[in-house]
């Protein structure tokens, strides 16, 4: 019996999971995710913040599945690194689980380059469902919404928070051409965003290239996504520009690693099924290396 940790519970870590159980072969399976819940379609997060899904029409299985096939899921945890050497995978309450395999499916996140004030709490990352919660309830009492980041995705939030009645300030180039100047809405292209203004929580102005303020309360980031792999730093798996390194068969420089989705370098991101059940094959296979491990 193997003890199999999955790092990342979105499509891709959830693949893995449901190819392990799909054929039952009494590996202890634990994933590790940042998220509060079960796995969900991250894709449908505009429609779920334009009111026209619920939470429950998110999720890929419900609360019951981890428990059902025997899968320890470490909710709301963050991994901190890996210890290669010792096969150990540390979280950030310094908890230490062995493994035989690891396997990778950390995804990405949006990026913010460095503009200063990008980690005030009034700046929300529109990736995560935690944080789309938070945007939504916060997008109520709010009067001036700065949207920054990815054209095209600043755009979908723009139409959904209009529609909220709520004035936008977009920071964002190239402005989409099917982008009209709509009331209540003012996109700015020809200045860089220069700093977030704003203290603790409260968020007050975009402060443009050109000089200029522009007042808002919220600061909602899209798009513009980076592969989430910090904490493989000094771990020895091969990386490049933050994209884990893996062969056809999704398995990185060392043996009993595999990564798969977003995470891994652009040309080799495979179908999730696909990539799943190589990467269960390649771990059921090597059972009696797992053994020797
Ligand atoms: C609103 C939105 C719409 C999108 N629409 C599309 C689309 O239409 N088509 C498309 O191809 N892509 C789309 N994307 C991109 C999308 O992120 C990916 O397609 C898909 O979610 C990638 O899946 P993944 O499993 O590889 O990684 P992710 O979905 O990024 O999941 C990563 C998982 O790893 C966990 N994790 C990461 N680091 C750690 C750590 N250190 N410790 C513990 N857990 C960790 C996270 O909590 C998460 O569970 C969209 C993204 C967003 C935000």
Redesign the pocket.
């Known amino acids: 019996m193997a003890k199999i940790i999955i790092?990342?519970?979105?499509?891709?870590?959830f693949s893995v999971c449901r190819a392990l159980v799909k054929n039952p072969t009494g590996h202890e399976i634990t994933v590790?995710?940042?998220?509060s819940g079960p796995a969900y379609k991250?894709?449908l997060?505009?429609e779920y913040f334009a009111g026209k899904l619920t939470e429950k029409e998110l999720f890929l299985c419900n609360d019951d599945f981890y428990k059902q096939n025997k899968i320890n899921l470490l909710k709301d945890?963050?991994?901190l690194r890996v210890d290669t050497k010792k096969q150990k995978v540390i979280l950030k309450d310094n908890l230490k689980l062995d493994y035989n395999f690891l396997v990778i499916?950390?995804?990405?996140e949006v990026s913010l380059s460095d503009v200063p004030g990008k980690n005030k709490e009034g700046v929300f990352r529109?990736?995560?469902l935690k944080d789309v919660k938070k945007i939504k309830q916060l997008v109520g009492l709010s009067q001036v919404v700065g949207v920054i980041g990815e054209a095209l995705a600043c755009q979908k939030i723009t139409e959904i928070v209009l529609a909220k009645k709520k004035e936008v300030k977009i920071v964002s180039k190239p402005r989409p051409e099917a982008f009209f100047d709509i009331e209540h809405a003012e996109w700015i292209e020809k200045f860089d965003l220069a700093e977030i203004i704003g203290e603790g929580n409260e968020i007050k102005a975009l402060k443009l290239s050109n000089g200029k303020a522009l007042g808002v309360d919220l600061v909602i980031a899209a798009g513009n996504?980076i592969p989430?792999s910090d904490?493989l730093k000094n771990s020895g798996v091969q990386t490049d520009n933050g994209y884990i390194v893996v062969d056809s068969l999704m398995r990185t420089n060392i043996e009993n690693i595999f990564a798969c989705?977003?995470?891994c370098k652009q040309g080799v991101v495979r179908e999730a099924n696909w990539s799943a059940q190589t990467i269960v094959n390649a771990i059921n296979n090597g059972e009696l290396s797992c053994q020797r491990l």
């Open positions: 790092i990342g519970n979105s499509p891709s870590g590790v995710s940042r998220e991250r894709d997060l505009f945890r963050e991994v499916a950390s995804g990405e529109f990736y995560s996504y989430y904490f989705g977003r995470v």
